[in-house]
């Protein structure tokens, strides 16, 4: 537990427990760095103690809301989905079957500079199952090979603050400390607003010029002690 908090980019406890309060559940995923494993004649003694301060586990929360886990309660996870937005140009560098399918479309129509924008964000989908590890950019397949661990490496649970529901709604399961009060917030969100426009309009009103409007509101926006050439 100490290693994956020292080397972990945020304290994925701490993280977890944010999320089992305010979003109901908690994800996680965690993975084994394939050049960290013991070699065909390593000894065993050695290996562990050279790993034991050797960054070796990828583990990193994940958003609940991206993660979609299969329904129905089994444990452990039959499979699961993981969606993400990644930038392009990351893409591109590290998977060399990526053909940029969304690009090439963007490349056909004259758009040359979107093309060729590294930034320009892609949408990410993995699959694991106990058989199976399969990703797609865009829609475009990228990675389809069996899973090296045998087993799905997430971790996906739900707070105990909901009740299971005999319709599988995961949202009936997924309640944090403020599920209860979203109606009120909401309302709260929309009085505020109106309070906020009204107040806006009755101190910055709307002004009607017959002169050059840019300038009168470039005038207007000066601020305390400046001098207009009227």
Same mark, same amino acid.
């Given at each position: 537990?100490?290693?994956?908090?020292?080397?972990?980019?945020?304290?994925?406890?701490?993280?977890?427990?944010?999320?089992?309060?305010?979003?109901?559940?908690?994800?996680?995923?965690?993975?084994?760095?394939?050049?960290?494993?013991?070699?065909?004649?390593?000894?065993?003694?050695?290996?562990?103690?050279?790993?034991?301060?050797?960054?070796?586990?990828?583990?990193?929360?994940? %958003?609940?809301?991206?993660?979609?886990? !299969? *329904?129905?309660?089994?444990?452990?996870? #039959? &499979? +699961?989905? =993981?969606?993400?937005?990644?930038?392009?140009?990351?893409?591109?560098?590290?998977?060399?079957?990526?053909?940029?399918?969304?690009?090439?479309?963007?490349?056909?129509?004259?758009?040359?500079?979107?093309?060729?924008?590294?930034?320009?964000?892609?949408?990410?989908?993995?699959?694991?199952?106990?058989?199976?590890?399969?990703?797609?950019? %865009?829609?475009?397949?990228?990675?389809? !090979? *069996?899973?090296?661990?045998?087993?799905? #490496? &997430? +971790?996906? =649970?739900?707070?105990?603050?909901?009740?299971?529901?005999?319709?599988?709604?995961?949202?009936?399961?997924?309640?944090?400390?403020?599920?209860?009060?979203?109606?009120?917030?909401?309302?709260?969100?929309?009085?505020?607003?109106?309070?906020?426009?009204?107040?806006?309009?009755?101190?910055?009103?709307?002004?009607?010029?017959?002169?050059?409007?840019?300038?009168?509101?470039?005038?207007?926006?000066?601020?305390?002690?400046?001098?207009?050439?009227?």
């Amino acid at each position: 537990m100490t290693y994956i908090r020292n080397w972990a980019e945020v304290d994925i406890f701490d993280q977890w427990r944010h999320d089992l309060l305010l979003r109901g559940a908690a994800a996680g995923k965690v993975l084994i760095d394939p050049s960290s494993l013991p070699k065909k004649g390593d000894d065993i003694e050695e290996w562990a103690a050279e790993m034991a301060s050797e960054e070796r586990f990828v583990v990193r929360p994940i %958003d609940p809301m991206s993660v979609f886990p !299969a *329904p129905g309660g089994v444990r452990p996870l #039959p &499979y +699961i989905l =993981e969606e993400q937005t990644r930038m392009v140009g990351d893409i591109l560098a590290k998977y060399e079957k990526f053909t940029d399918p969304i690009g090439r479309k963007l490349k056909d129509a004259g758009d040359i500079k979107k093309s060729e924008d590294v930034t320009r964000l892609v949408n990410w989908l993995e699959y694991w199952s106990e058989e199976h590890y399969i990703i797609e950019v %865009d829609g475009e397949t990228i990675i389809d !090979a *069996p899973n090296p661990y045998g087993f799905v #490496p &997430y +971790i996906f =649970e739900f707070s105990g603050l909901g009740r299971e529901h005999h319709d599988g709604d995961p949202a009936k399961m997924a309640r944090g400390l403020l599920t209860p009060l979203h109606g009120e917030l909401q309302s709260e969100v929309r009085i505020k607003t109106a309070a906020d426009a009204r107040w806006q309009f009755s101190t910055f009103p709307v002004l009607l010029t017959k002169s050059n409007a840019k300038l009168a509101a470039r005038m207007l926006s000066k601020g305390p002690g400046s001098v207009i050439d009227w």
